[in-house]
């Protein structure tokens, strides 16, 4: 990585004091930025996609591990052990994956800790320089990912120690957001943690998450436009129902009635999940800010003794900058990844109704949501730290043109276009995420007799259409029990 020199306190003339060499004045007076051609998962994301859709997961994660040190170095390890984790998961290399998921849990907890002091450290270079925290859905969902895949294992203490984990972040995240803000609980999330409490027998736990999915797919409704799946509420009135009459009516008072959902003797459950789509994509979104707006924000942000020096340096050279000169600053935006596949139907042993799946986890339209209830913070920073930058430049080519040197208007005139080219090359959104995580989460339920069952699906399109088929060879069904099979299409 090749840095830029930074302005030292006390080190460099003042520009408009005295006569000095311009040289002199214009390798202090240079913006204090990082540039960021440095390493970055971006360069090898589109090899990465390429293999989730032809579904070689090994040889995705074969080349994760070539570019741990080149790509997913340093600042971006938590995405290389998420996206490691990931991969390993739809390849069922279950134990494997976990063992990545559980690096990805401690790094990302120890950034978030730590996030407070960095964002303050990092405020006057591009956000790409700091290290990737992780957004708020990405570590709900590494939780879920992990707790299937000790479900898948045969781990059910280790499952249920993962829901855990992932109830006491969706309290923390509660606390400090609450329902309208940023991402602040997850609606499959409950689902999940309700059906693996109520396997181990924990009913009391079971009914408390599955009112929690009740509520929270409720108030999500319109921000995600995902639906109450329709066994959730037949689910959650049979384990009230199980505990007493008075949790089966006050379930019932707040819910409303619905049949309870009983097994046949001698049947048990499989639970299809349907990872469809692949997540969408940050791209950058450029726009031109008038400096006088821009230079507005500058006071807003708490920052580190080093950029208060530079701060004061750019405030200098503000005062002689005209309030309709714009700079140019980057945003991200996600774009969404077109497939073909809009859901799936599924049936056992080749005959019987299908049953279509229900879409219980729009990953897109969360993580659309959760920058967009962001994004008056990311605009306020990256409009106040280009502010900075432009002003900095100004100083720097003013210091150079009061100088004494005889070439001082020619070397003026290279700093300012100098300036502009650094300041366009460096400012560029943080497009960092996790790449490997499906856009949708579909689930069909389907009781069936003990035994072994193969599943066989149909992909639709949007229309209804039939684009794709597919199926499970083997699932072995568990009076009484339920069972977790997981297919995935990322076209």
């Known amino acids: 990585m090749r840095r830029v020199p930074r302005v030292v306190s006390g080190s460099c003339p003042a520009p408009g004091r005295g006569r000095h060499s311009a040289a ?3 390798s202090c007076l240079v913006i204090p930025v990082v540039l960021c051609a440095c390493a970055s998962p971006n360069r090898v994301n589109k090899q990465i996609a390429q293999h989730l859709i032809s579904g070689d997961y090994a040889a995705g994660v074969s080349l994760l591990e070539t570019e741990k040190e ?14 490691r984790g990931m991969l390993l998961h739809y390849d069922g290399r279950y134990a494997e994956s976990n063992d990545s998921f559980e690096l990805a849990h401690r790094i990302s907890e120890d950034l978030y800790t730590r996030s407070v002091s960095a964002e303050a450290a990092t405020f006057l270079v591009n956000d790409n320089a700091r290290p990737y925290y992780g957004e708020n859905f990405e570590r709900a969902l590494a ?12 781990s059910t203490d280790e499952a249920l120690v993962e829901i855990q984990r992932l109830n006491f972040l969706l309290r ?5 957001g609450g329902y309208n803000n940023t991402y602040s609980d997850d609606s499959f999330g409950h689902y999940l943690a309700a059906m693996f409490f109520e396997a181990d027998g924990q009913l009391d736990e079971a009914l408390i998450a599955y009112k929690k999915a009740l509520d929270s797919y409720r108030v999500h409704r319109d921000a995600y436009g995902v639906e109450t799946p329709s066994l959730l509420l037949p689910q959650a009135t049979a384990v009230a129902a199980q505990l007493g009459s008075s949790d089966l009516r006050e379930l019932q008072r707040r819910y409303g009635r619905a049949r309870p959902r009983l097994l046949p003797e001698g049947f048990g459950e499989v639970v299809l999940l349907h990872y469809n789509g692949r997540a969408p994509e940050k791209i950058d979104v450029f726009v031109d800010v008038a400096f006088g707006e821009g230079w507005a924000y500058v006071n807003r942000f708490e920052v580190d003794s080093e950029s208060r020096r530079q701060v004061a340096q750019a405030s200098m050279a503000a005062t002689s900058i005209a309030t309709a000169e714009s700079f140019r600053v980057a945003f991200p935006k996600y774009r969404e990844v077109p497939h073909a596949i809009a859901y799936a139907e599924v049936r056992a042993d080749g005959s019987g109704e299908a049953v279509r799946a229900e879409l219980v986890e729009d990953v897109g339209a969360v993580a659309v949501r959760d920058l967009e209830d ?14 900075i930058k432009y002003a900095l430049n100004r100083g720097a080519v003013e210091a150079v043109r009061n100088s004494d040197d005889p070439n001082a208007e020619l070397l003026a005139a290279a700093l300012q276009i100098g300036g502009s080219i650094l300041r366009n090359a460096t400012e560029v959104a943080d497009k960092r995420g996790w790449l490997a995580i499906p856009e949708e989460i579909w689930m069909a339920i389907l009781a069936l007799p003990a035994g072994d069952h193969s599943l066989s699906l149909t992909y639709r399109n949007a229309a209804g259409a039939p684009v794709a088929t597919g199926g499970i060879e083997k699932v072995s069904v568990r009076p009484g029990e339920r069972t977790f099979a997981i297919v995935e299409t990322m076209r």
Request: aromatic residues 8%; hydrophobic residues 50%; proline residues 0%.
């Open 143 to 154: 939780h879920m990912f992990s707790a299937l895949n000790y479900e898948a294992l045969g």
């Open 172 to 176: 923390r995240l509660g606390d400090e």
């Open 70 to 83: 080149r790509s997913f170095g340093g600042k971006n390890a938590l995405l290389y052990h998420l996206e």
């Open 24 to 26: 002199a004045v214009a």
């Open 374 to 387: 962001r994004m008056a913070r990311i605009r306020v920073k990256a409009i106040a730290r280009a502010a």
